[in-house]
């Protein structure tokens, strides 16, 4: 079903790595969710205000919220596929991030109202239900049309690989849960109609799990917007690439940063033969560069470090070092180790990357590398790096 809409309403509808296509996708995933929800509203309102149910009403507003946050994803597709301009050079593709915020912050601020109403109906001991079986089929169609949204999310949001719709999808999931609940609670009130507090406590705890949920997602789209590794799998294809062409030594000090799905940009250091021409090693720089901008879409940018392979201690004393790192801490890694030979001793100068949760301290680090050393004449020149990527 999802791929016939797909067919019928995007041309290319393959090419998610086009703006254009993607912004598509988002589109036809947000106006299905506008329709849905819309209806969904409006039943549940008219039967919750006919039968005086709380948790129906309470129900009816969650879907008011996904009806708005429906148009949001749509505002935040729309938006982010401007392109670049002067004030935005890297693009508006971050939109999007905010505009799943943006629904996730609904889902809070909904989740409390809901909570608090509930809790003020418990004890003020309000209760007016008169259920009917058009409440059932409502609230049983709800959620058949619910676990078909969520499914619709999910396919679109996995195939273009967006934020918002892994926030739809999950606000969809938890609609099921919370009307699922309604609907239980409804029937044990209908056929036991002593048990007053029923429609306010089912109310109460739809309202904790909206809120719940709304917490966890607002992590999850945040985390974008603040800066987060790229993709594991894109960052291994990337490295294997740069790695398999003839003249690429070794490696190092990848950083990748994000503006959004379709626009990512990497740098790293490649280690060359420093006595091979630098016109020759360079003209290799440009045609990786190239390449991998034309199959991954990434714009990659490359510092070429020159290595002395003639030096046949470099390799021996790389291997020393890397075994002392590595007693400290299995996850530390060294690069970019080169000797400058003075009249009285030879520095040996290098980079230690070190991941964000390391134990050891960068003194401590120095002092064990510097120790055994010391009896040489070495001089331990040492570099510190963070693990971007993870």
């Not at 508006?92 to 989740?111: F, K, M, T």
């Not at 739809?206 to 709304?214: D, F, K, P, T």
């Not at 680090?365 to 120790?371: E, M, R, T, Y």
Request: contains cysteine; aromatic residues 8%.
């Amino acid at each position: 079903m999802i791929t016939l809409l797909r067919k019928l309403f995007i041309k290319d509808y393959q090419n998610v790595s086009d703006k254009k296509v993607r912004e598509k996708h988002g589109l036809l995933a947000s106006i299905g969710g506008i329709i849905i929800n819309a209806l969904l509203f409006s039943f549940k309102l008219l039967i919750g205000i006919i039968s005086s149910s709380m948790s129906i009403i309470s129900d009816a507003i969650n879907n008011l919220t996904d009806f708005l946050s429906c148009f949001v994803n749509l505002f935040g597709f729309k938006m982010s596929s401007k392109p670049a301009d002067k004030e935005h050079p890297f693009g508006h593709q971050r939109i999007e991030y905010i505009a799943g915020l943006i629904v996730c912050i609904i889902i809070v601020i909904i989740g409390v109202i809901l909570g608090y109403t509930s809790i003020m109906n418990l004890i003020n001991q309000e209760s007016n239900l008169d259920l009917s079986i058009y409440a059932f089929i409502i609230l049983g169609g709800s959620i058949l049309f619910k676990i078909l949204l969520a499914l619709y999310n999910y396919k679109i949001g996995k195939i273009i690989n967006s934020v918002a719709l892994k926030a739809s999808f999950i606000d969809s999931i938890n609609d099921v849960v919370s009307t699922s609940v309604v609907l239980i609670a409804s029937l044990i009130q209908y056929f036991y109609p002593s048990l007053w507090y029923l429609d306010s406590s089912m109310s109460l705890i739809v309202s904790v799990y909206i809120l719940i949920s709304g917490i966890k997602m607002l992590k999850e789209t945040s985390s974008p917007l603040i800066g987060t590794t790229i993709d594991k799998e894109i960052v291994d294809e990337i490295e294997k690439d740069v790695r398999s062409y003839e003249g690429i030594l070794g490696i190092h000090d990848l950083i990748a940063h994000s503006y959004g799905e379709n626009k990512i940009f990497v740098t790293l250091h490649a280690e060359v033969d420093g006595y091979v021409s630098t016109f020759v090693s360079h003209e290799l720089i440009d045609k990786i560069e190239k390449e991998v901008m034309e199959k991954h879409n990434i714009l990659l940018t490359i510092h070429m470090d020159p290595i002395d392979t003639k030096n046949k201690e470099i390799p021996i004393l790389e291997s020393r070092i890397t075994k002392l790192v590595k007693n400290i801490d299995e996850r530390l890694s060294i690069h970019d180790l080169r000797m400058v030979s003075g009249e009285h001793n030879t520095n040996i100068i290098f980079d230690i990357v070190l991941p964000f949760d390391v134990k050891t301290s960068k003194e401590e680090i120095k002092k064990i590398i510097q120790d055994d050393f010391k009896n040489e004449n070495y001089t331990i020149v040492i570099n510190f790096d963070s693990e971007y990527i993870e």
